[in-house]
């Protein structure tokens, strides 16, 4: 018995620690007005590769080569062989949504038998999840690098301006008790605040407060800002990198495919559409949901 099938799943992005790294990546690109904060989410990028792998021609070969379903109707004429596999290339389709029409994104997979298009289905989508994943984990690893090495020029330029404007502080202070010392001053002379005389009077202030105040100096160092701590903050978790889990999963089905029952086919096609993007978010627990804008 013949029988043909429509199934429809709902389309889960299951990104995980992925999307928290990226996402930890744009914050510090948006801070850094390297980015602006309408761009894309870190999710519609992870959902747009695996559509991008889903609907690729390279990816459909490479699958079906790796499949048993392939290899065991090989003939072992090559001219054959290639025609086969051309053919199972393209039983599998994919069929982009139109969110004006309210139609989602699909695709097809076309085998001899109900279980095998089943099976296939779901191998196949885990396949091109799992390439999407990789070319996600290499852009993360390249862009982890690349925001490295910036933020620690950041942080050394920060520093070499701390350590100018202590060096200039001290040599002034260093100055002026010389000149303090060279007329014997040893009280304040002066009733401006000390924080308003010019480095050229400073030595009015007398040599025992200038004493007070180049100890103070060296005891206390260069003088940082909360930005300059935070970029430090933030330069230790990029030493760490990124944590890269290889197999991370781009998608989960929301309703588990089932086999055709319908016999008006002379073979046996499997439908997966999936609905928007549904972003599970692991550790906060939240389920994020919406209608994918193509």
């Known amino acids: 018995m013949e029988r043909h099938g429509d199934h429809r799943s709902a389309y889960c992005q299951y990104v995980g620690g992925y999307y928290s790294q990226q996402q930890f990546l744009r914050n510090l690109d948006i801070k850094a007005d390297l980015a602006s904060v309408d761009q894309p989410s870190a999710m519609d990028e ?40 051309d053919d199972l290339i393209n039983n599998i389709q994919f069929m982009p949504g139109d969110a004006a029409k309210s139609i ?51 942080v050394k330029r920060q520093e070499e301006v701390a350590e100018a404007i202590f060096n200039r502080r001290t040599h002034s202070v260093e100055q002026a008790l010389k000149v303090a010392q060279q007329h014997n001053i040893s009280r304040s002379e002066t009733d401006v605040p000390a924080d308003q005389l010019p480095d050229s009077e400073l030595f009015l202030l007398g040599r025992p407060m200038l004493q007070a105040r180049l100890e103070n100096l060296q005891a206390v160092g260069p003088e940082y800002d909360l930005d300059y701590d935070q970029n430090r903050a933030m330069l230790s978790t990029l030493n760490v990198g990124p944590t890269l889990d290889p197999r991370f999963q781009t998608y989960r089905y929301l309703r588990t495919p089932e086999e055709p029952v319908k016999r008006d086919s002379p073979r046996r096609v499997f439908l997966m559409v999936m609905w928007g993007i549904v972003g599970a978010l692991i550790g906060a627990g939240v389920a994020l949901s919406r209608r994918r804008v193509l």
Request: no cysteine; glycine share 4%; net charge positive.
């Open 46 to 85: 992870a959902y747009k590769e695996f559509i991008m792998q889903l609907a690729s021609w390279d990816t459909r070969r490479d699958f079906w080569l790796q499949t048993d379903y392939y290899k065991q109707r090989q003939s072992g004429n090559a001219r054959a062989d290639a025609a086969m596999l």
């Open 104 to 154: 989602n994104d699909s695709v097809k997979l076309t085998a001899e038998t109900g279980q095998d298009a089943n099976n296939l289905l779901r191998q196949y989508v885990a396949f091109a999840s799992q390439r999407a994943a990789g070319h996600l984990n290499d852009e993360l690893k390249g862009a982890w690098a690349a925001r490295t090495v910036q933020m620690k020029a950041q």
